[in-house]
Nanobody, 121 residues
């Protein structure tokens, strides 16, 4: 079994900051790309940021310059530092990872359960 568990969500005023964490655990041979998605009420889930195995990162245009994704490969963690938060950032944020469970397995995509981020005054 593989689990992704997010933490760090909550309520913050506009202009504030939050840091989300996601821990991958279980039977893991290799973690490939990791990322964060979000889903606001009545909207489709959208990509926020992704970090492949190298140092490159990709961000949605709406969060560029405000959010930073990073990962700790030794501990199977991925983080999302969110600064200058806006009300439109309010959503459930999901951790996502492409994980290979053994040397003979094909990679699969796993999702966390989500963590709520609310930005309001």
């Amino acid at each position: 079994q593989v689990q992704l568990v997010e933490s760090g969500g909550g309520w913050v005023q506009p202009g504030g900051s939050l840091r989300l964490s996601c821990a991958a655990s279980g039977s893991i041979f290799r973690i490939n790309a990791m990322g964060w998605y979000r889903q606001a009420p009545g909207k489709q889930r959208e990509l926020v940021a992704v970090i492949p195995t190298g140092r490159s990162t990709n961000y949605a245009d709406s969060v560029k310059g405000r959010f930073t994704i990073s990962r700790d490969n030794a501990n199977n963690m991925v983080y999302l530092q969110m600064n200058s938060l806006k009300p439109e950032d309010t959503a459930v944020y999901y951790c996502n990872a492409d994980i290979t469970r053994s040397v003979i397995s094909a990679p699969r995509t796993y999702w966390g359960q989500g963590t709520q981020v609310t930005v309001s005054s």
